[in-house]
């Protein structure tokens, strides 16, 4: 039997945000996200933000992140912030290239610890190749049950939701 389960699949086209909602239970303490995709702009940087059990987006500032983006050509750039309302740069790409990233999510449904999160994608923002990796961190003790990726208008994307079943 497979250590990942598929929780859940939501597709959409021509929208600027998605829910991935009911997602996060007491079922799983770690998750895997999967989104693929395209942007209908020009150089689009793919935000998230957590959802709470109520159904509310958390835009409280407590989300810390830090992400290293890796250009072709040699540019290194790093982005940390803390104290934020969002958690940035999932993927950071161009119009009409099709993007990738994926998520691990710990403790999302625990009240009581923070929810954690690592990240790796690839892009290509101006036409050049572009991989990031980030952490984050949501220093909220509140149980998490789905996840908002925003700040650009896609033209499609899929993501596929994971629990990962750790064995003993």
Known sequence: MSNLR???????????SVDVTDVFSADFDIYKISVVGDFTNTNQIINARFINSSGSVVTASNYNYAILS??????????????????RRMVYSHTGVDF???????????????????SQGTGAPSGKGTSNK??????????MTGIRFYN???????????GLRVDS
């Open 100 to 118: 990738g990233f994926v998520l691990y999510i710990f403790n999302p449904y625990s009240s009581s610890s923070y929810s954690f999160l690592l």
């Open 70 to 87: 890796m250009e072709s050509g040699n540019l290194f750039v790093e982005d940390r912030n803390q104290n934020q309302n969002y958690m």
């Open 134 to 143: 980030g952490i984050a961190v949501l220093k909220q003790t509140a149980s």
């Open 6 to 16: 598929l929780i859940n699949e939501t597709t959409a086209s021509s929208v600027s």
């Open 152 to 162: 650009v208008d896609f033209t499609d994307i899929s993501v596929k939701c994971y």
